[in-house]
């Protein structure tokens, strides 16, 4: 009994009640968390009992679930048990290519990253790829860059902040260094456009151990150096919190030999050079939705929408809603469908149903407004390397204050050694030089539940200029098939 009641005093100090139905677990080893949670598929036990059961092992059952991981995990493939151990990692000094890349390597992992919208960057800040030892005179301009964008982005930063403060007066009420501090940061957001891919950035990251082994798989199989030797030293750190899940996380022949074919591929049916290249400053191109080719797309959208609705909400069969469905007015499913939207909020999300229309896009944007994009993990990217073939994006209030000419000088020499760099047979060197004005092209292919949340998020009062005008054309182009989907959206940012 004195045995018992001691293991159940030790169980306290790793679960957050000992008498009640639902408690926290903490202060145990991530894989014997995993280990813990994955024998209530063959346990009548609880979860604290399998915990008493641990603390009377040396280490708190490490050892054991090392072994359970390696057979189970492993080698039998249940990956899903996984995914109870978690990992928090601070990521540091990495460049903005490798964040962007770390960041679509896996949906399921979190991030917080360094925002050059409300920190400015320091000079020298910059990552210099290793390939360049071998090629002293292209290092030394590639270095050379750098300083020379960061001075123009100093340059443009000061330049920008004297013009805001010159057109932007002190709204009435608010002190003058408020209002100050408020123009500094956007002059310092807009002045970015001049920097590179290069620029040092952090990354705070919280993913669970099957999301991280998939990703550095990803990363170590990656064709750019920075980012197999980073993965490499991020497998090293994972192991402390997790030393047998992540173990077999390696390059994988699949991923490197695929894409080198389908390249070549590529480069055999369209040519290794772009047909052209873009002027525009961004586009945004629907290139499918639902109900593309039918009559009346949105009301072909608005059926599957009601039919999922009743189907949750009723006793009846999909088939039986559908027939009922077919006899209604358009005014009558909108109702239905108005029903599951009108007490939506600002911080609500819609219900499932909305899943089911979906959108495919092409976008042609740039890197300061890809680098937040890329954080909605729920549309599917399809990505192109980062490149100069199609055009910049000039921000507005560099325009109004006439420093165009510094942004474009930064453009310009980016440009330069970029194609020097891919005439030296380094084409990865070459997308580091790329700025943040230049503009990247990609697809994503997302559902209506997903345009709500961005409308609701990138066209809000606080949203940053360049992804608010692109999240208003998309709303825009969706607006003229679907105008009654996307109208209540609209409403919450009005």
Same mark, same amino acid.
């Given at each position: ?117 409300? %920190? ?145 591929? !590529? ?121 100069? %073939? ?31 760099? /891919? ?6 060197? !070459? ?54 989907? /996307? ?8």
């Amino acid at each position: 009994m004195a045995q018992e009641k001691s293991i159940s005093d030790e169980v306290t100090k790793y679960a957050s009640n000992i008498d009640r139905d639902i408690y926290t677990v903490s202060n145990i080893p991530e894989e014997v968390i995993a280990v813990i949670f994955a024998y209530v598929s063959r346990s009548p036990k609880g979860f604290r009992e399998n915990i008493g059961n641990v603390i009377q092992e040396e280490q708190l059952g490490q050892e054991r679930a090392a072994k359970f991981h390696e057979k189970w995990v492993l080698n039998y493939g249940h990956a899903s048990v996984a995914e109870h151990a978690a990992v928090h990692m601070g990521i540091e000094k990495v460049s903005r290519l490798f964040s962007s890349i770390l960041e679509l390597s896996n949906e399921y992992m979190s991030f917080t990253e360094y925002s050059q919208r409300y %920190q400015s960057p320091v000079k020298g800040d910059f990552y210099t790829p290793q390939e360049l030892d071998q090629h002293g005179s292209l290092k030394k301009k590639y270095v050379e860059l750098n300083n020379y964008q960061y001075d123009l982005y100093s340059d443009l930063n000061d330049k920008l902040f004297e013009f805001l403060k010159d057109t932007i007066s002190t709204p009435e009420g608010m002190e003058e260094r408020v209002h100050h501090r408020a123009l500094e940061k956007i002059a310092f957001e807009d002045a970015r456009y001049a920097l590179n891919l290069a620029t040092y950035t952090n990354l705070g990251m919280t993913a669970n151990a099957r999301a991280i082994e998939d990703s550095l798989t990803k990363l170590l199989s990656s064709k750019y150096l920075e980012v197999r030797k980073r993965a490499q030293e991020m497998k090293e750190e994972v192991r402390f919190s997790v030393p047998t899940l992540v173990k077999y996380a390696n390059e994988n022949e699949y991923i490197t030999e695929t894409r080198q074919g389908l390249e070549g591929i !590529a480069h055999g049916i369209l040519g290794s050079s772009p047909s052209n290249t873009s002027n525009k400053s961004y586009e945004v191109n629907l290139l499918n939705w639902t109900g593309k080719n039918s009559p009346n797309a949105e009301l072909e959208s608005i059926d599957e929408m009601v039919k999922a609705i009743l189907f949750e909400h009723s006793l009846s069969s999909y088939t039986e809603i559908e027939k009922d469905i077919n006899g209604r007015s358009l005014e009558e499913k909108l109702q239905i469908l108005n029903k599951s939207i009108e007490k939506l909020g600002k911080f609500d999300n819609p219900v499932n149903a909305l899943k089911l229309v979906k959108y495919d896009v092409e976008f042609v944007i740039s890197e300061a407004c890809w680098h937040q994009l890329l954080r909605h993990r729920k549309v599917n990217w399809i990505v192109k390397e980062p490149g100069i %073939q199609s055009g910049i994006t000039v921000p507005p209030h560099i325009e109004m204050s006439g420093t165009q000419d510094l942004l474009r000088k930064a453009v310009s020499e980016s440009e330069n050694l970029y194609n020097e760099l /891919v005439d030296n047979n380094l084409p990865e060197v !070459a997308s580091y030089v790329v700025t943040n004005a230049h503009n990247r092209r990609l697809l994503g292919s997302f559902d209506l539940w997903e345009l709500y949340h961005l409308i609701n998020l990138r066209m809000s009062e606080g949203a940053q200029w360049d992804i608010k005008n692109i999240t208003r054309i998309l709303a825009e182009k969706i607006s003229k098939h679907h105008p009654n989907l /996307v109208a209540p959206a609209l409403k919450r940012v009005d």
